[in-house]
Nanobody
């Protein structure tokens, strides 16, 4: 599967952005789709994930209540609605596909997943 992330940009603190991740190949019912991010000088970290079959979600504590992940099966696309953005949210955001639950994506082995190319989100103070 090929994953194409888009929607990043520059936004002021407190603002919102909506990221999209379009999949060109098949997403299976046993898949979860997730978002990760990597800030400059830091390791990639989990942000949110959603079960493709039943839309169960799982979030990192740092984004709970501010970010919302969703999916549109008809468009083979996953979204990340980001509200109340903070400068600490500045990072390159990546989407990924893996097998297993949304919670399992938080601790998955990166090499076992399919990854998109990333989209840059910059939050100014």
């Amino acid at each position: 599967v090929q994953l194409l992330a888009s929607g990043g940009g520059l936004v002021q603190a407190g603002g919102s952005l909506r990221l999209s991740c379009a999949a060109s190949g098949r997403i299976f019912s046993s898949n979860s789709m997730g978002w990760f991010r990597q800030a400059p000088g830091k390791e990639r970290e989990f942000v949110a994930a959603i079960s493709w079959s039943d839309s169960r979600t799982y979030y990192a504590d740092s984004v709970k209540g501010r970010f919302a992940i969703s999916r549109d099966k008809s468009r083979n696309t996953v979204f990340l609605q980001m509200n109340s953005l903070k400068p600490a949210d500045t990072a390159v955001y990546y989407c990924a596909r893996n097998f297993g639950s949304p919670r399992a994506m938080a601790t998955m082995t990166p090499a076992f997943a399919s990854w998109g190319q990333g989209t840059l989100v910059t939050v100014s103070s």
